[in-house]
């Protein structure tokens, strides 16, 4: 199957980009996703290299009653990216990023990923606030929020939106920003994409030169104590240029600590601060004072940073996240009691990150209102066996029914979500995009 084949709303020539179908050549390619639990088999992959041609995938949708996906970069953990019978619109040909260092903004293609956009801006000396994942899409992550190393001192991706070119349900291609299609873009920053297709995004960039990095690692059975400290540096209001993780991991066997802790669970901090090494080395002192098995203090360029924690795709994996509103002893005690329990053939990932600052700022402004918690639980399990399923995904269920008694927040909260309701409403009042964590459109 061509895309000659497929009756688009455009004339062919207007349509610049490839449609896949199951029998054409790099089908399989095109439909895999980060998640290896997701394996689903679109009848179309539209992969669009312009506007015009998501116009015309979404009304070929439309049309055919085709259930629609939108892809980036392909990492949701539920796998809103693709559909199972259903049409995906592939942005990944849609990555061109274009810096204006003189305004200091940048644009973006919607099928751009962090690492595209970071190694563009970083030519100038300039970035924002994205994912630690580098391989994430920028516009999947910006919808949602956007947490990152900045997003102390500068708020989330989202926070550093200009403007969002989106193309909507019925083919209308529209800009949001402050002044034009205002209750969309107060939408945009955590609705999701619930929305329409976003197409291209505008935000403001910072200067950030090589930014001073700790990765200090422990045995595991310092965990709790690692845990205290940090949160202690961290409960003392330190900068905002400041930020970075405490991390019960499976430590890989090329890490720089000692051989002994290799393939096996460890503690680990990464502490990031935009400005020199010697600032950093005093404001985490009490942790560099507590005897890490390995400590590595270096400037590093901030795309490099970005880069630092990429995992690789197709392994099965969960993930969530979780808010609290304190890091108490009883919830220490809770993770070191879940964590220690990681199952067999399950690598894991469960991280502790301070919020505050730009964040906590902007929390009465955008649908986010567990943007006030001061601490983010983000845990991660990836496996390679479906016999694993059960026991990776019933261990990392359990953590929400164990921090929940420490007040862990989460949800758009109910005037936010029925003020989303009433924008889904004007423009996708028939759900169209409704793959991701979706909101209906409000009943008129």
């Known amino acids: 199957m061509s895309h000659t084949d497929i009756p688009l709303r455009v004339p062919p020539s207007r349509f610049t980009g490839q449609?896949?179908?199951?029998?054409?050549?790099?089908?399989?390619?095109?439909?895999?996703?980060?998640?290896?639990?997701?394996?689903?088999?679109?009848?179309?992959?539209?992969?669009?290299?312009?506007?015009?041609?998501?116009?015309?995938?979404?009304?070929?949708?439309?049309d055919r009653g085709l259930e629609i996906a939108v892809r980036g970069g392909g990492h949701s953990a539920r796998?809103?990216?693709?559909?199972?019978?259903?049409?995906?619109?592939?942005?990944?040909?849609?990555?061109?990023?274009?810096?204006?260092?003189?305004?200091?903004?940048?644009?973006?293609?919607?099928?751009?990923?962090?690492?595209?956009f970071d190694r563009a801006a970083q030519k100038y000396g300039l970035a924002t606030t994205g994912c630690r994942n580098s391989r994430t899409g920028v516009a999947g992550l910006t919808l949602g929020g956007g947490s990152g190393w900045l997003e102390r001192q500068h708020g989330f991706a989202c926070d550093n939106l200009l403007s969002v070119d989106l193309v909507t349900a019925d083919g209308r291609q529209v800009t949001a920003s402050e002044t034009e299609h205002a209750e969309?873009?107060?939408?945009?920053?955590?609705?999701?994409?619930?929305?329409?297709?976003?197409?291209?995004?505008?935000?403001?960039?910072?200067?950030?030169?090589?930014?001073?990095?700790?990765?200090?690692i422990w045995p595991w059975a310092a965990y709790a104590d690692v845990v205290r400290i940090f949160r202690d540096v961290f409960e003392g209001e330190p900068p905002r240029q400041l930020s970075g993780t405490v991390v019960a991991t499976t430590d890989p066997p090329d890490s720089v600590a000692p051989a002994k802790l290799h393939c096996r669970l460890v503690t680990k901090v990464t502490a990031v601060h935009t400005g020199s090494t010697d600032e950093?080395?005093?404001?985490?002192?009490?942790?560099?004072?507590?005897?890490?098995a390995s400590q590595v203090l270096a400037e590093t360029p901030y795309a490099d940073l970005q880069r630092s924690q990429d995992g690789p795709a197709g392994l099965r994996s969960y993930w969530a996240v979780g808010y609290l509103t304190?890091?108490?002893?009883?919830?220490?005690?809770?993770?070191?009691e879940w964590a220690a329990r990681v199952p067999d053939q399950t690598v894991a990932r469960v991280a502790i990150a301070p919020w505050g600052g730009a964040v906590a700022e902007c929390a009465d402004r955008w649908p986010m209102p567990y943007r006030k918690a001061p601490w983010?639980?983000?845990?991660?399990?990836?496996?390679?066996?479906?016999?694993?399923?059960?026991?990776a995904i019933g261990w990392m269920q359990e953590l929400r029914g164990l921090l929940g008694r420490d007040g862990m927040e989460a949800g758009l909260g109910a005037a936010n979500h029925h003020r989303l309701a009433k924008v889904k409403a004007a423009y996708d009042p028939g759900n169209v995009f409704h793959l991701n964590h979706n909101i209906l459109p409000a009943r008129s």
């Open 19 to 62: 449609v896949l179908g199951p029998d054409d050549p790099g089908y399989d390619d095109a439909r895999a996703v980060f998640n290896g639990m997701i394996d689903k088999f679109p009848q179309l992959i539209t992969q669009c290299t312009t506007a015009d041609d998501v116009v015309a995938a979404i009304r070929h949708g439309v």
């Open 326 to 336: 304190s890091l108490s002893e009883q919830a220490i005690d809770a993770a070191t």
């Open 79 to 116: 796998g809103s990216g693709t559909t199972e019978g259903g049409m995906v619109i592939d942005l990944r040909r849609m990555n061109t990023v274009e810096i204006d260092p003189v305004r200091r903004v940048a644009r973006v293609g919607g099928g751009a990923t962090w690492s595209d």
């Open 376 to 391: 983010v639980v983000a845990p991660i399990a990836r496996w390679e066996s479906p016999a694993h399923d059960d026991r």
């Open 184 to 216: 969309l873009f107060w939408a945009l920053h955590g609705g999701g994409g619930n929305f329409g297709v976003a197409t291209a995004l505008t935000f403001k960039l910072y200067p950030v030169p090589p930014v001073a990095t700790a990765t200090l």
């Open 280 to 292: 950093l080395t005093a404001l985490i002192e009490p942790l560099l004072a507590s005897a890490p």
